[in-house]
């Protein structure tokens, strides 16, 4: 799984757990594949910025509510949080992959993603001459040991192995998603149709490929399948119908079990030699592998800059235990500060994401994700789940003072239950369109009247 949560930002890309990125309030998503979406499901409940393309395929794919999907355009600079600006950048991976140029308080930090380097980069206005001070780098095949020629070259690998087998049919294995340029390019070169699955073919015209592909079998003598599919058995059966040759477009290390499957090295990931032009042209202060358990910053020593880096901030806010001298020290204090403050905690704060695990000791996970659907509410975001609930019940579950309030508030300590109780059904419960129309002036009275009440009982 590749994913990271930025130290000293609230940043976190490509990486769905909470608990793995407690101090994270903004969440990016590079890509679609597997290794980078674990975690990721229909169940998220915050916002997401990726790019537009991506975004199409999140809401295709995984099911995400469009109302947590927030595309931003490549190229241009986003402000996201009121604290960071990011810019997009091609990563030349797969459909929708990008790059993302982030500067804030923290200093500048290019996060690539997976990526493959091209000279064009170069050329990118948001790099032009850009100081680095941290870049998180795709190490896929970040080995001397390891070279990989250029995409254009492994093409033409694989047009001369399909010349070479003249009467057989070709199935090419792929992932769900990626090297559809390899495949546009052999049926332009051959002259034929693709033949795919139904849900692929509806994939290429999302992606809005050239048109050839099609789901008629024997249309084209040239197919492409899940890679899982290229198999010892598979070949069997199907060189029992036809003649065929299996490819598999690959930088990566592949056990062949039939001599009909052949790898060509065709990978959407940045070759050795790749990186070191592309490090050396930046000159970031420091590189951080993206891949864990894989280091390389050795090779770079010697092209990184000795400018002075802007270090992480460790001191970025994160919700913390209260102490028991404060607890002590704040039950000492008058009622009327008490019942203000609990007001004021239930206002609406914008996009503030608690740490998860203090609501799953206090209310539990469902608590959790009704706190992240609220205050993204209180921004203006839209209700995905509104068309579920009703009524009183849709109020009290959108609004700031509603039933995820009262429930965290119910968890006060026991002295303090029965002021609180008695306000959450005066107060906190009230429907934000209602509190609007009252002013300070009425809000003090309705207190002094609880007030009164509770003494006179």
């Known amino acids: 799984m590749n994913g990271t949560a930025i130290a000293g930002t609230p940043i976190a890309v490509d990486c769905w757990?909470?608990?793995?990125?407690?101090?994270?309030?903004?969440?990016?998503?590079?890509?679609?594949?597997?290794?980078?979406?674990?975690?990721?499901?229909?169940?998220?409940?915050?916002?997401?910025?990726?790019?537009?393309?991506?975004?199409?395929?999140?809401?295709?794919?995984?099911?995400?509510?469009?109302?947590?999907?927030?595309?931003?355009?490549?190229?241009?600079?986003?402000?996201?949080?009121?604290?960071?600006?990011?810019?997009?950048?091609?990563?030349n991976h797969c459909p929708g992959s990008v790059m993302f140029l982030f500067e804030g308080a923290f200093g500048t930090i290019l996060y690539t993603g997976d990526f493959r380097y091209a000279r064009s980069m170069q050329d990118e206005p948001a790099l032009q001459g850009r100081h680095i001070d941290r870049l998180y780098l795709d190490n896929t095949h970040c080995h001397p040991q390891r070279p990989l020629p250029s995409r254009q070259h492994a093409t033409r690998q694989a047009a001369h192995l399909i010349r070479s087998h003249p009467r057989h049919h070709v199935v090419i294995g792929l992932y769900s998603l990626g090297k559809e340029a390899l495949l546009v390019d052999l049926a332009v070169e051959f002259g034929t149709w693709v033949v795919v699955s139904p849900w692929r073919l509806e994939q290429m015209r999302l992606l809005e490929l050239p048109d050839v592909f099609t789901t008629e079998e024997g249309a084209g003598w040239i197919r492409a399948v899940d890679v899982a599919e290229i198999r010892s058995d598979t070949l069997v059966s199907w060189n029992?119908?036809?003649?065929?040759?299996?490819?598999?477009?690959?930088?990566?290390?592949?056990?062949?079990?039939?001599?009909?499957i052949h790898t060509i090295p065709y990978s959407d990931h940045s070759s050795f030699s790749e990186l070191c032009e592309f490090v050396e042209w930046l000159k970031p202060c420091s590189v951080i592998p993206i891949v864990k358990g894989s280091t390389c910053q050795a090779y770079f020593q010697k092209y990184l800059s000795s400018a002075p880096q802007v270090l992480p901030d460790f001191d970025v806010p994160k919700p913390v235990h209260e102490p028991?001298?404060?607890?002590?020290?704040?039950?000492?204090?008058?009622?009327?500060?008490?019942?203000?403050?609990?007001?004021?905690?239930?206002?609406?704060?914008?996009?503030?994401?608690?740490?998860?695990?203090?609501?799953?000791?206090?209310?539990?996970?469902?608590?959790?994700?009704?706190?992240?659907?609220?205050?993204?509410?209180?921004?203006?975001?839209?209700?995905?789940?509104?068309?579920?609930?009703?009524?009183?019940?849709?109020?009290?579950?959108?609004?700031?003072?509603?039933?995820?309030?009262?429930?965290?508030?119910?968890?006060?300590?026991?002295?303090?239950?029965?002021?609180?109780?008695?306000?959450?059904?005066?107060?906190?419960?009230?429907?934000?369109?209602?509190?609007?129309q009252n002013s300070l002036q009425k809000f003090d009275k309705l207190v002094e009247d609880f007030l009164r009440r509770g003494e006179a009982s």
């Not at 203000?340 to 608590?367: D, F, I, L, N």
């Not at 003072?401 to 107060?427: D, I, K, N, R």
Request: glycine content about 8%; aromatic content about 4%.
């Open 17 to 91: 757990s909470v608990r793995r990125a407690p101090g994270a309030r903004l969440f990016f998503l590079s890509h679609l594949h597997a290794d980078h979406t674990a975690g990721l499901s229909s169940t998220w409940s915050r916002p997401i910025y990726c790019s537009p393309l991506t975004a199409r395929l999140l809401r295709r794919r995984l099911q995400v509510p469009p109302c947590w999907i927030r595309p931003l355009e490549v190229g241009q600079s986003h402000v996201v949080g009121e604290e960071v600006t990011v810019t997009l950048l091609d990563a």
């Open 240 to 260: 029992k119908l036809h003649p065929t040759i299996a490819i598999v477009p690959t930088g990566r290390p592949v056990k062949v079990t039939h001599p009909n």
């Open 324 to 436: 028991v001298q404060q607890q002590s020290k704040r039950k000492g204090q008058e009622p009327m500060c008490r019942l203000k403050r609990a007001a004021q905690q239930s206002a609406p704060r914008g996009v503030v994401y608690e740490s998860p695990e203090k609501y799953e000791e206090s209310t539990g996970v469902e608590a959790l994700q009704q706190n992240c659907y609220k205050s993204v509410l209180s921004r203006g975001g839209c209700a995905c789940d509104a068309g579920k609930e009703t009524g009183k019940e849709k109020l009290s579950r959108e609004q700031p003072g509603g039933a995820g309030a009262a429930s965290a508030v119910s968890q006060a300590s026991a002295s303090e239950e029965h002021f609180l109780t008695g306000l959450a059904q005066q107060y906190l419960l009230t429907p934000l369109n209602v509190l609007k």
